[in-house]
T-cell receptor, first 113, second 114 residues
Framework: AQSVTQLGSHVSVSEGALVLLRCNYS??????LFWYVQYPNQGLQLLLK??????LVKGINGFEAEFKKSETSFHLTKPSAHMSDAAEYFC???????????FGAGTTVTVRA | DVKVTQSSRYLVKRTGEKVFLECVQD?????MFWYRQDPGLGLRLIYF???????EKGDIPEGYSVSREKKERFSLILESASTNQTSMYLC?????????????FGQGTRLTVV
């Protein structure tokens, strides 16, 4: 079964600074990859997804992620953090012939003024 | 606006009680899921259903059962609640078509078993 590892359970950034959240997946066969965001007391919302098209994927709210097969990574970035980006972020993976998602442990982002 | 609605945001139940968590989606989705969310563990799949009356176990089905009698509704049942089932429970739905399609999540039910 697919699995993902998110490096860093907590990331603190200054407003306006780069946000970088790391995600590595386990399979040698490229899967489908996702980033979800969870704001306090809410459910999860899809930020972006990779489904074997362009390796650089743009999502909502200025986030993007790059699929790197050689590194089995799918790191999430945003050039300039905003206070509203404070949330928990989850990387998720699925085999291309499956509809179940396997989630990472999550990374909590705090943004300092 | 698409919607997955969970019947309760917060629940407090006693050990040994039978607990029902309800989830309704209005998007005519074939797939529905129940996840459990715990700090440091992310989301773990309990059960999923790909059609009415169909269900499959996820990664942590022990102590849970599910029911899907109608396409729009997916219920999670704790037959005899225990304190280690205190958690946040999230329901999700998606179209048939595999993981390529987006999963939509409800706002979650925070269950406390005392």
């Amino acid at each position: 079964a697919q699995s993902v590892t998110q490096l860093g359970s907590h990331v603190s950034v200054s407003e306006g600074a780069l946000v970088l959240l790391r995600c590595n997946y386990s399979s040698s066969v490229p899967p489908y990859l996702f980033w979800y965001v969870q704001y306090p007391n809410q459910g999860l919302q899809l930020l972006l997804k990779y489904t074997s098209a362009a390796t650089l994927v743009k999502g909502i709210n200025g986030f993007e992620a790059e699929f790197k097969k050689s590194e089995t990574s799918f790191h999430l970035t945003k050039p300039s953090a905003h206070m509203s980006d404070a949330a928990e972020y989850f990387c998720a993976v699925s085999d291309i012939d499956d509809y179940k998602l396997s989630f990472g442990a999550g990374t909590t982002v705090t943004v300092r003024a | 606006d698409v919607k997955v609605t969970q019947s309760s945001r917060y629940l407090v139940k006693r050990t040994g009680e039978k607990v029902f968590l309800e989830c309704v989606q209005d998007m005519d989705h074939e797939n529905m899921f129940w996840y459990r969310q715990d700090p440091g563990l992310g989301l773990r799949l309990i059960y999923f259903s790909y059609d009415v009356k169909m269900k499959e176990k996820g990664d942590i089905p022990e102590g849970y059962s599910v029911s899907r009698e109608k396409k729009e509704r997916f219920s999670l049942i704790l037959e005899s609640a225990s304190t280690n089932q205190t958690s946040m429970y999230l329901c999700a739905s998606s179209l048939r078509g595999g993981a390529r399609t987006e999963a939509f999540f409800g706002q979650g039910t925070r269950l406390t078993v005392v």
